[in-house]
């Protein structure tokens, strides 16, 4: 209860807590608002995309994927998003399909001419994407067994680092003349003990967690699906 009594201990611990609160709270604001301006320029590139290639298609002169891409791209600077987050290839050409069908100037033979052109086009793309996520996926490999490494080297020297300075502490503390109390004992070894394992366990999920959130990041850039989620679909 001496703790509860100590003022500036309070205080500060007050103090840090609201702190979290508050930022929790706007960062959920902020991030909202961030994501609807996100999500109205992502919706207008698209859209830009779309309409460009729209001519194109109805002159029948289909666009390779290069120039597809390169389309893409230069929209997504525009807007400035990564490109990853606009429609890619196959998407595209389902949106054209879908807007040639569903118009009622465009005979029947016109329509399958188009769509079978678009078919193709989304072939080629599938194909060209197949060979870019076998890569993208041994990036990423690559990057969560070097990063799992550092991870396991690191805790492998907190914890000698731990158990020196406990030994050092120990010592000095046990080399006292005057004889030690049960609660000195305790509080002595036990406790430093005690804060020393939380204290890496915190510390050691903190790192986890991190990495986590790097790995994700990497395989949302890359396009990279999750372990647990690419064994779901392949089943």
């Not at 007050?14 to 706007?26: E, H, P, Q, R």
């Not at 987050?85 to 998407?91: A, E, P, R, T, V």
């Not at 109390?181 to 510390?203: C, F, N, R, Y």
Request: net charge neutral.
């Amino acid at each position: 209860m001496d703790i509860l009594n100590n003022s500036w201990l309070v205080g500060i611990s007050t103090g840090i807590l609201s702190g979290i609160i508050v930022y929790w709270i706007v960062n959920y604001l902020f991030s909202q608002r961030d994501e609807k301006l996100l999500a109205q320029s992502i919706l207008s590139a698209n859209r830009e995309v779309l309409y460009a290639l729209r001519p194109e298609v109805s002159e029948k002169h289909m666009p390779s994927s290069e120039v597809v891409d390169s389309l893409r791209n230069a929209t997504a600077r525009k807007y400035n998003l990564e490109s990853y987050l606009l429609y890619d290839i196959k998407s595209i050409s389902e949106e054209l399909i879908k807007e040639i069908m569903d118009s009622s100037f465009i005979s029947s033979e016109v329509k399958i001419q188009h769509c079978n052109a678009l078919k193709e086009l989304s072939k080629s793309a599938r194909e060209e994407a197949v060979s870019e996520q076998q890569k993208n996926e041994r990036l990423v490999n690559d990057v969560v067994y070097k990063d799992k490494l550092v991870v396991l080297f690191s805790l492998i020297i907190a914890v000698f680092t731990g158990l020196f300075s406990l030994y050092a502490y120990l010592s000095t503390s046990m080399s006292s003349p005057s004889p030690l109390t049960l609660v000195d004992l305790v509080s002595k070894t036990v406790l430093p003990i005690a804060i020393i394992i939380v204290g890496a366990v915190m510390l050691l999920n903190l790192v986890i967690v991190g990495y986590d959130l790097k790995h994700k990041r990497l395989r949302k850039n890359l396009r990279v699906q999750e372990p647990g989620n690419s064994e779901g679909s392949s089943k």
